[in-house]
């Protein structure tokens, strides 16, 4: 089965600044790749699928690249309202693996 | 509105069984695949089972194949899972979520999810 990990697992950035998550999969994954979000004590929220689109409703400030292998999520300005678990999601095959999750803080 | 809802989790014994709900509105529930996922307490997302629109195609974790098994009732606009034989290890929070229209594999909404625990 396709690992996917994800980096680094934690990260603290100052309120303004950019948080860059990377995730990487074990074996191409073409552009299935979704990236969730989710906040403490709520369900995950679908941020962007088919690695760069951004979902209805989603900030532009969220922005997202990557194909086959080798994925990025990026938040250019930080909010406070950004606080979160980040997931990437391989969805082309299953088991539609995810991966452990990135911690976002404020610095 | 979409909304899922979740029911059904509890406390059992190991080796027991538990069937969870999700009842689905707001959208044609028939159009749709569905998809469970799980998340341990303070643990991450793992992917459980998903179902085709009219139930004829399914598919499973290996950790759960042959434990539990996915239904869904289209007139009902429910989804089910089954579980069987349950163990320490399956304790979590289930979430019920939504195929998208353009990739049914993908969830795009999410409920508030059921918390099962399994402990003696």
């Known amino acids: 089965d396709i690992v996917m990990t994800q980096s680094p697992g934690s990260l603290a950035v100052s309120l303004g600044e950019r948080a860059t998550i990377n995730c990487k999969s074990s074996q191409s994954v073409l552009t299935y790749l979704a990236w969730y979000q989710q906040k403490p004590g709520q369900p995950p929220k679908l941020l962007i699928y088919?690695?760069?689109t951004r979902q209805s409703g989603v900030p532009d400030r969220f922005s997202a690249s990557g194909s086959g292998t080798d994925f990025t999520l990026t938040i250019s300005s930080l909010q406070a309202e950004d606080v979160a678990v980040y997931y990437c999601q391989k969805y082309h095959a299953p088991p539609l693996t995810f991966g452990g999750g990135t911690k976002v803080e404020i610095k | 509105e979409v909304q899922l809802v979740e029911s059904g989790g509890g406390l059992v014994q190991p080796g027991g069984s538990l069937r969870l709900s999700c009842a689905a509105s707001g959208f044609t529930f028939n159009n749709h695949w569905m998809n469970w996922v799980r998340q341990a307490p303070g643990k991450g997302l793992e992917w459980v089972a998903n179902i085709k629109e009219d139930g004829s195609e399914n598919h499973y974790v290996d950790p759960v194949k042959g434990r539990f098994t996915i239904s869904r009732d289209n007139a009902e606009k429910s989804v089910f899972l089954q579980m069987n034989s349950l163990r320490v290890e399956d304790t979590a929070v289930y979430y019920c979520?939504?195929?998208?229209?353009?990739?049914?594999?993908?969830?795009?909404?999410w409920g508030l999810g059921t918390l099962v625990s399994v402990s003696s």
């Open positions: 979520a939504r195929g998208s229209r353009s990739n049914g594999w993908l969830g795009d909404y």
């Open positions: 088919g690695a760069s």
